[in-house]
């Protein structure tokens, strides 16, 4: 496959990766602070630490509000990692390798972007807005189930996954880096076995932008726990946006495609980090540095990838929003 097929193929999952993360993160925010007294400290510009994007924010935008920051991950088309912005990455990503993406793929894509740029136009209205969001998550999982029931497993395919995987892992490891930074104990305190109301619906709200809530009960079979939710969604094997199962199907990806020493030698060191890591302990202190090194970790895949697919300049051809990392 030429590296230019493959590198736009590669960066079409994860646009359509990163169009439903953000349309849930935004969904799951509202719908925490209708649950939160007005005077708690979390707002919208957590949304801003997790998607990389507070300076260009604030290029634009006085104040991190409900209005200017919904806005800003939605519609505003100078923000490349905004929903209708990726989603119109990802058409055109498509629309120049059709030859290697089934046709069924590429008309719901056009279709989903026609539609929500249509809304957008008409104007996103707090009213209105659930309703949108739910149609962009909606859409991408269609696209998601359309790839995996249409799509021989080939090249085009390894990469296309392989991008969805990173980018889905990547999001886990933000959302816990930023959610979980006001809400796990201090070295020394075991208030996390006692949760208040509020911080329980807070670290509820973590598994729920992460559609984790159901599997999470079904799996500890207890009350939310921090510490529990750190190792559900880090170690498990089985939740398909758990950290270690996204990497787990990285690699059997890489392993269809040729030359794959270096981004698998990469991959491993981050598995043992996950495996050998005592979540425990993290809850407690560590969790911003360990959090800090699986996303080094996952930009050195993605550097490694572009090196040896997609050619060494290949990183720069797309756009990387999220603090330029995978």
Known sequence: ????????????????????????????????????????TTGWHPLLTITGSESLFYEQYKEANERN????????????????????????????????????????LNNLYLSIK????????????????????????????????????????????????????????RILDVRAANLLPKQGDDSNLNLTPFQNIQWVSVLKSLTAYQMYRQHVRLGVKGSDVLKFLLQDEEFPRAVRYCLRMVEGYLNNLPKNDMPLRTLAR???????????????????????E?????????????????????????SQSQTQVA
């Open 1 to 40: 496959m030429l590296s230019r097929v493959a590198n736009t193929v590669y960066w079409s999952g994860r646009y359509i990766e990163r169009v439903e993360d953000t349309a849930r993160l935004v969904i799951v925010t509202s719908n925490l602070l209708l649950d939160l007294p007005k005077n708690m």
């Open 69 to 108: 920051v919904s806005k800003f991950l939605i519609s505003d088309t100078h923000n490349p990692s905004s929903i209708l912005s990726s989603l119109n990455s990802a058409r055109e990503n498509m629309r120049t390798t059709r030859d290697v993406v089934p046709n069924d793929l590429w008309e719901h």
């Open 118 to 173: 249509m809304r957008v136009e008409k104007g996103v209205t707090k009213n209105n807005r659930f309703e949108v969001l739910k149609e962009v998550i909606t859409g991408c999982q269609l696209l998601t189930g359309l790839s995996t029931g249409t799509m021989s497993r080939g090249e085009a395919y390894s990469f296309l996954r392989t991008g969805l995987y990173l980018e889905r892992a990547d999001m886990t490891t």
């Open 270 to 292: 981050i598995q043992r980090q996950i495996q050998s890591a005592d979540v425990y302990t993290l809850a407690h202190s560590g969790l911003h540095e360990f959090i800090d």
């Open 294 to 318: 699986l996303q080094i970790g996952l930009a050195g895949v993605h550097d490694q990838i572009s090196a040896t697919y997609f050619g060494l300049n290949a990183s720069a051809t797309q």
